[in-house]
């Protein structure tokens, strides 16, 4: 016995939910299959939810600890971080709770079990209890999502190797961790770490962190890490790692042994699509296993779509969802929802980090006659009330036209500050806009007429 549905979407997470709700809104019958058994996908369970709940959780002890007008919070190093994600839990069961009943509401059917192609219309699922269902679909959009790329000489069932998926399960108190890895995942869990009190390594493989960033933004980073008391190694690679009961070793190619509690592995994501028997298809994942799609988000059979982190950068939960709604829009026929791009970056550090447009080398390559407006946060007497301090807003536009060609911000609430540059960008707005508009007193909103006006006092 077999079921057939218009569409059926192979994941639960940001980029699946997109997809089904923009279908069933259009009035096609859907089927989402997930292998967890709840909804949410990695967003929710493993990902951004709890590394950002924990974020936020470590974020209100060091205001705690740094205001005079409090005792300061007793030492952290001894505190299990299972303690510390408590919140975090919450968070996610409350999550699941409310992204089960829009499920629930729009009539779209979930089936828990692990999804596998038998044909070119044909999806078997084997569920949790040990039963086997079959799916007829007309089309099908795979949305699995990613997970921590784990290299084969690295032991990560040893009780002191993690990936950012397993550290979330570290019930042992900790007082030096490695992270190898400074990409986004590695940047966000180090300050972090340290801003629990652990000593953290950060690993670079690069000569620079996050090097797509701005170059002032990123060398901000790079001071602020160092400031809250990361030690940054640039340019360095493992050539082996020794695990013992009580600790590791990590061995660099340059000859340098790092010793620690335990490793964060933070180098890379490899797409779930193992276990999809793609091959029945005639869809063949790259190395890491990620799909390539065309401008539709179309693999290289017609009627299968894909979204998300399943087909790598930026692997960003928002533009998942909106990928996945992209890609139901192709399949029903309607024109509302272009393709995502443009999309903000928003890193969560401590402090964060946000980001739309071009940076200044890339517009001094391009030789565009730009030209920039900054605001410091420290300037601002929201930043002051808070005590967040540290930050600024950049804003890079034509020198001419005025138009506004980036907006770069480091600094607390930067993930928010962006979406007011974000409007006016696509909006065609010139950076007049910020100048003539007035503002709340004090927010961290008047940053844009601060930076606008200092843009234009530069200009001759």
């Known amino acids: 016995m077999s079921t057939h549905y218009d569409a059926v979407v192979i994941g639960a ?98 089936y828990y079990g692990t999804a596998q192609f038998e044909g070119p219309n044909t999806i078997c699922v084997a569920n949790r209890d040990g039963g086997r269902e079959r799916l007829e679909y007309d089309y099908a959009i795979i949305a699995t999502g990613s997970r921590p790329y784990q290299p084969r000489d690295i032991d990560f069932t040893h009780r002191r190797v993690f990936d950012s998926d397993k550290v979330l399960t570290l019930d042992y108190a900790v007082q030096k961790l490695i992270i190898y890895g400074a990409g986004v995942i590695g940047c966000e869990y180090a300050s972090i770490f340290v801003g629990l009190g652990y000593k953290v390594d950060l690993i670079n493989t ?49 000859g340098k042994k790092i010793k620690a509690d335990g490793i964060l592995w933070c180098n890379g994501r490899t797409g779930n699509t193992d276990n999809l ?108 009330i808070s005590g967040d301090t540290a930050g600024m807003l950049k804003i890079l536009f034509h020198r001419e036209t005025r138009e506004i060609l980036g907006i770069h911000c480091f600094g607390e609430n930067a993930a928010e500050i962006v979406h007011i540059g974000q409007a006016a960008m696509q909006s065609h707005s010139p950076l007049d806009y910020f100048a003539n508009t007035t503002f709340n007193y004090p927010t961290m909103a008047e940053a844009y007429r601060v930076a606008a006006l200092n843009g234009l006092n530069r200009l001759f």
């Open 206 to 254: 690069q000569s620079q962190l996050l090097s797509y960033l701005d170059d002032e933004i990123a060398d901000a980073l790079s001071y602020y890490l160092r400031e809250l008391g990361v030690l940054i190694r640039h340019q360095e690679e493992y050539e082996r790692l020794e695990t013992f009961d009580d600790c590791v070793i990590l061995h660099l190619k340059s």
């Open 277 to 384: 028997a793609l091959d029945k298809v005639g869809i063949k994942p790259n190395s890491r296993g990620q799909l390539t799609v065309d401008e539709q988000y179309r693999t290289s059979v017609p009627h299968i779509f894909a979204a998300g982190d399943v087909i790598g950068p930026p692997a960003l939960a928002s533009a998942a969802y909106d990928q996945g709604r992209c890609a139901a829009a192709h399949i029903t026929g309607s024109s509302d929802v272009p393709r995502v791009s443009d999309v903000p970056t928003g890193i969560y550090t401590i402090p964060e980090i946000s980001c739309l447009g071009k940076t200044e080398k890339q517009l001094t390559e391009e030789k565009v006659p730009y030209e920039v407006g900054q605001a410091f946060f420290r300037h601002l007497a929201r930043a002051q």
């Open 13 to 110: 997470g940001p980029a699946g939910e997109g997809a089904a709700m923009k279908l069933v809104k259009e009035g096609r019958r859907v089927a989402v299959v997930d292998s967890r058994g709840q909804v949410g996908g990695n967003c929710v369970h493993l990902g951004t939810i709890p590394s950002k709940a924990l974020r936020q959780t470590v974020r209100n002890i060091m205001r705690y600890q740094r205001d005079p007008l409090f005792q300061r919070v007793g030492e952290l190093r001894n505190v299990p971080l299972s303690q510390v994600l408590a919140r975090a839990h919450g968070v996610i069961e409350h999550q699941v709770a409310v992204h089960t009943r829009f499920y629930e509401r729009n009539n779209v059917h979930l």
